[in-house]
């Protein structure tokens, strides 16, 4: 609301001027329509949040800014619809600025004098527009002339209320701004931009068609941001002349005036009763609508307010159990760890052992090798040394020509076989013992490679078996982890939705 404060300021003499707005002045004094205020607040934008509870603070401000102004101006009072421009102003102001804008519209931009002498300035301005009809949209006046549809069956609001009381608030708000910045001529340029934008559906309806579409169809097509912003360029773009305007009215005074002549008082009066009839009948049928839609608005809203409610209560169950999810998920994880810490030390261990047996069985291995080779050597040793001795005394032997007699070709002595059977049992005996004893050593070494292949396959089963404990701890704590972040991703979704 770009211009009220100037509007507001320009208008102060007439607050001060009875001091309405002061709190003991509007408890004190009483209006004569006070019912109709009381029943049109409840009427008045019920689904706005401002307004929709009875006895809060938007009604309670518009009832006071209503019935001052009803106190305030006696020739007019209070009329309906007045609570629809009354509730716009004070989106976008406190109450004695809201009364301020209000007073200041009502005298000085001439919305009072619509309602006055039996509304005689707003017929003037239905024939306005019809002319205007006639000039821009001529092929819609003739439709409407066709179904005897006449300006004041369908834009009465649209004076009236300044198309507050059935079009949108951003639509309604770009109208005040227009209004308090080129005067009350703005409403014609709306009026066409309507007619001409809505032409093509109404060509084709008949008078019963064409009302219900001025009721329902025109006013949720402006719901649409986009359409409202279209339908006010189009309105600012139309160029009314206030020339053209003022010979429109000095027609109609003519007309008047040549009616008034022509006809018999009596009908005169007969045909103004009618017109009042039929503008009360339509009056009330927009009464009756407004209550519908109010009856029809509160159920949508307990409706809505019920599911809430019961999203509500499915939310915050799945909340619980998301987060005893989480402390189970939590606890579980708890546990894996100490499983795999316990896994860990166990293997850990159990590697130690396996490593000390390998270093005792690969000293027991090195000092068996070294022995062994120290035997080998000693052996050797002492063969070569009795090969050199038996080589020398059989030399000495060959020699003597005294000992060769006593010895044969190989060696032996002659005639000593039984001793040659000692000797060689010896022999034999103590060649027997060290293959006993290699035998022995050999099958030590063998069972010493035994148990390093058994000691490497329980470290080979070891590593695997930590390598799948690893493995599952790994998993559960993926598993846990897409668990939790789907429980609040499903948590995070479903409360889009139901807010959306």
């Known amino acids: 609301m770009q211009n009220y404060r100037h509007s507001s300021r320009s208008c102060r003499w007439h607050v001060n001027k009875t001091n309405l707005c002061t709190r003991e002045a509007r408890h004190s004094l009483e209006s004569p329509q006070d019912s109709a205020i009381t029943r049109d607040i409840n009427r008045t934008f019920p689904a706005h949040d401002y307004f929709k509870d009875t006895g809060g603070d938007g009604q309670d401000s518009l009832y006071k800014i209503c019935k001052a102004y009803s106190v ?15 509730a716009v102003l004070l989106l976008h102001m406190p ?18 004098e619509l309602f006055k002498q039996n509304f005689e300035d707003l017929h003037c301005k239905f024939y306005q527009l019809e002319r205007l009809m006639q000039e821009y949209i001529p092929d819609l006046y003739n439709h409407f002339l066709d179904i005897s549809l006449e300006a004041h069956m369908y834009a009465s609001q649209w004076f009236l209320t300044l198309f507050t009381a059935k079009f949108p608030l951003y639509m309604v708000f770009h109208i005040i701004d227009l209004l308090l910045c080129e005067g009350i001529s703005v409403i014609f340029n709306v009026a066409l931009g309507l007619l001409k934008t809505s032409k093509d559906d109404l060509l084709l309806t008949d008078f019963e068609g064409a009302l219900k579409f001025f009721r329902v169809q025109l006013p949720k097509r402006y719901r649409s941001e986009e359409n409202a912003k279209k339908l006010m360029e189009l309105a600012c773009s139309m160029k009314i002349s206030q020339k053209k305007l003022k010979k429109y009215e000095k027609e109609y005074h003519t007309m008047r005036e040549q009616q008034a002549q022509q006809e018999d008082p009596i009908e005169r009066f007969e045909r103004e009763n009618r017109r009042l009839q039929e503008a009360n009948m339509r009056l ?4 009756d609508d407004l209550a519908h839609e109010l009856v029809t608005s509160k159920i949508a809203l307990r409706k809505d307010l019920d599911n809430a409610e019961e999203k509500a209560d499915a939310l915050n169950k799945e909340l619980l159990m998301t987060k005893q999810k989480l402390i189970d998920a939590e606890e579980e994880k708890r546990r894996l760890e100490d499983e795999s ?13 396996a490593e000390s047996e390998i270093r005792k069985n690969s000293s027991i291995i090195g000092d068996y090798k070294q022995i062994c080779s120290q035997l080998s050597e000693r052996l050797e040793k002492q063969q070569t040394a009795n090969k050199v001795e038996i080589e020398k005394i059989r030399q000495k032997v060959d020699d003597c020509e005294r000992c060769r007699g006593f010895f044969n070709k190989e060696g032996r002595i002659k005639g000593m076989s039984s001793a040659k059977e000692v000797l060689d049992e010896d022999t034999d005996e103590e060649k027997e013992t060290l293959k006993n004893q290699l035998r022995e050593m050999e099958l030590e070494l063998a069972q010493t490679k035994l148990q390093l292949v058994e000691a490497e396959c329980k470290i080979q089963d070891l590593e695997h078996h930590l390598g799948l404990a690893l493995n599952e701890v790994q998993a559960a704590k993926k598993t846990w982890f897409n668990r939790t972040l789907s429980s609040i991703k499903t948590a995070t979704g479903v409360q889009g939705k139901e807010t959306c």
């Open 284 to 287: 009330e049928q927009e009464n």
């Open 341 to 353: 810490a316990q896994l860990k030390e166990m293997c850990r261990r159990e590697l130690d052992k």
């Open 95 to 112: 109450e004695e600025q809201a009364f301020s804008v209000l007073v200041k519209i009502m005298f000085d931009y001439g919305l009072r």
């Open 72 to 86: 305030y101006d006696e020739e007019i009072g209070y009329c309906q619809g007045q609570s629809f421009l009354a």
